[in-house]
């Protein structure tokens, strides 16, 4: 079956812009999860939706990070006002739950670049 | 605020041999310790979950450890091979709902 997806791959913006990265989580799973890679360090989490709700969004950096999920499926994670420091590889999980414990499925990544 | 540490130096191993990996923690008692593999360009993959009420887990070629009391989990590779080569990071659940804090990750070369 299909795994999480996000899109794009790549993408190139300049300081200052806005931009959405978009997730497409596996089928059924109702816990996701944004976190954000910098080169040589492990994911740090962002945000986690149960359902169409943010159930912790603790790890957001500022309010120029924001992310939906409407439908309680595809969610999108939305910058305004991109910075240099904003370029990270942006990773997207999905579980079956967020309740108790379950393995979670990461989609490939967004890397972001803000010129 | 709590720690994860993940050696920071790659791991160069020869075929065939047994590599192991640190992942040492504090300032926090975690119910359960996850550990992924990371190849570039891609992301995490889940391989193994051991939960603080368990010492030893095991998954075809990969052992895990938990020690609650030094606060570290070790990770083997058996027999490595030259697939195995990637990084590998640990995972702790901060608050319950499967928010995961990550270390660095290390980088396990096996060499043919």
């Known amino acids: 079956g299909a795994g999480v997806s996000q899109t794009p791959s790549n993408k190139v913006t300049e300081k200052g812009k806005y931009v959405e990265l978009r997730c497409d989580p596996i089928?059924?799973?109702?816990?996701l999860y944004w976190y954000r890679q910098s080169l040589g360090q492990g994911p740090e989490f962002l945000i986690y939706?149960?359902?169409?709700?943010?159930?912790?969004d603790s790890g957001l950096p500022n309010d120029r990070f924001f992310a939906v999920r409407p439908e309680g499926s595809v969610s999108t994670l939305k910058i305004q006002r991109t910075e240099r420091g904003d370029s990270a590889v942006y990773l997207c999980?999905?579980?079956?739950?967020?309740?108790?414990?379950?393995?979670?499925?990461f989609g490939p990544g967004t890397r972001l670049t803000v010129l | 605020s709590q720690k994860i540490e993940q050696n920071s130096e790659a791991l160069n191993i020869q075929e065939g041999k047994t590599a192991t990996l640190t992942c040492n923690y504090t300032?926090?008692?975690?119910?359960?310790l996850q550990w992924y593999r990371q190849d570039p360009g891609r992301g995490p993959v889940f391989l193994l979950l051991?939960?603080?009420?368990?010492k030893e887990k095991r998954k075809e070629r990969l052992k895990v450890t938990f020690d609650t009391t030094l606060k570290q989990s070790l990770f083997h590779i058996t027999a490595s091979q030259p697939a195995d080569s990637a990084t590998y990071l640990c995972?702790?659940?901060?608050?319950?709902?499967?928010?995961?804090?990550f270390g660095k990750g290390n980088q396990v070369v096996v060499i043919p």
């Open positions: 939706f149960q359902g169409t709700g943010a159930a912790d």
């Open positions: 300032n926090y008692s975690p119910a359960y």
């Open positions: 995972a702790l659940d901060l608050y319950g709902n499967n928010r995961l804090a």
């Open positions: 051991i939960r603080e009420n368990e």
């Open positions: 999980a999905s579980s079956f739950s967020g309740g108790g414990i379950n393995e979670q499925f």
């Open positions: 089928s059924g799973h109702t816990a």
